[in-house]
């Protein structure tokens, strides 16, 4: 078998992805597929931090809107993101995954308050290691804290899974002439203003080098594709 290309990996799944069809709350079986291919490549011995977000429970910004303050509607929304991170870590110990939960808020009831050394030491001993509550700071959103973390533990990328399969010229549910890239660069995202990551996950990507990896998770098997080198969705990178 090939040796996969990446060695340690940040993997950022949107809340919206563990909901399945159903949009909101949790679908086991979706996360159930996700986390048999995570330990696929943690076989592979591939170290791999996962970033979840929280928008199948609550979107500070989207839910709270002007109905409240801005700043406590994200720590709810960083609340949400520690549910998520607790029951995919459930299933991967379900799975025989050695597994750590460590989140940017202390809840040292629940999780590992986040150590960047402590974390580099669990990657190194084969552990996954789920981030969660974000950065811990509100008006950013888990895009930016996944860069951030794939900037803080050294990865080698960052594997965006998402519900559509790359990045586009246009939203392809509006504009039938939207084109797909296969590579594409950080500058002409935040030229274009395409939505990959909002515009300081992208900048921090762009200053830290760190290629973004965007593929649809609609099948969980190209999370593996992608860690062994295969060219699906799209490339962000210099």
């Known amino acids: 078998m090939n040796q996969p290309r990446y060695k340690r990996v940040l993997l950022?799944?949107?809340?919206e992805?563990?909901?399945?069809?159903?949009?909101?709350?949790?679908?086991?079986?979706?996360?159930?597929?996700?986390?048999?291919?995570?330990?696929?490549?943690v076989e592979l011995g591939v170290q791999v931090g996962i970033v979840v977000g929280g928008g199948n429970f609550w979107r500070g910004l989207k839910d709270g809107g002007d109905r409240m303050v801005r700043v406590r509607a994200d720590h709810?929304?960083?609340?949400?993101?520690?549910?998520?991170?607790l029951a995919v870590a459930d299933v991967l110990e379900q799975k025989g995954v050695d597994v750590r939960v460590q989140t940017a808020i202390e809840m040292k009831s629940v999780a590992e308050p986040y150590i960047r050394q402590r974390a580099i030491r669990h990657l190194d001993k084969g552990r996954v290691?789920?981030?969660?509550?974000?950065t811990g700071n509100p008006f950013f959103s888990t895009d930016t804290a996944a860069v951030l973390r794939a900037a803080e533990i050294e990865a080698d990328a960052i594997l965006l899974a998402k519900n559509i399969d790359g990045v586009y010229s246009a939203d392809p549910k509006k504009d039938p002439n939207a084109v797909k890239y296969d590579t594409i660069s950080y500058d002409d995202v935040l030229a274009q203003h395409l939505?990959?990551?909002?515009?300081?996950?992208?900048?921090?990507?762009?200053?830290?080098?760190?290629p973004v990896l965007l593929f649809a998770l609609k099948d969980p098997e190209n999370i593996l594709r992608v860690v062994m080198g295969e060219k699906i969705g799209t490339v962000v990178e210099g």
């Open 129 to 134: 290691v789920i981030f969660g509550c974000g």
């Open 17 to 41: 992805a563990l909901a399945g069809d159903a949009t909101r709350g949790l679908d086991f079986n979706v996360i159930g597929d996700v986390c048999d291919v995570i330990k696929k490549c």
């Open 76 to 85: 709810m929304g960083m609340l949400a993101t520690a549910i998520n991170a």
């Open 12 to 15: 950022k799944i949107s809340g």
């Open 195 to 210: 939505q990959v990551m909002d515009s300081t996950a992208t900048s921090l990507s762009m200053d830290n080098k760190i």
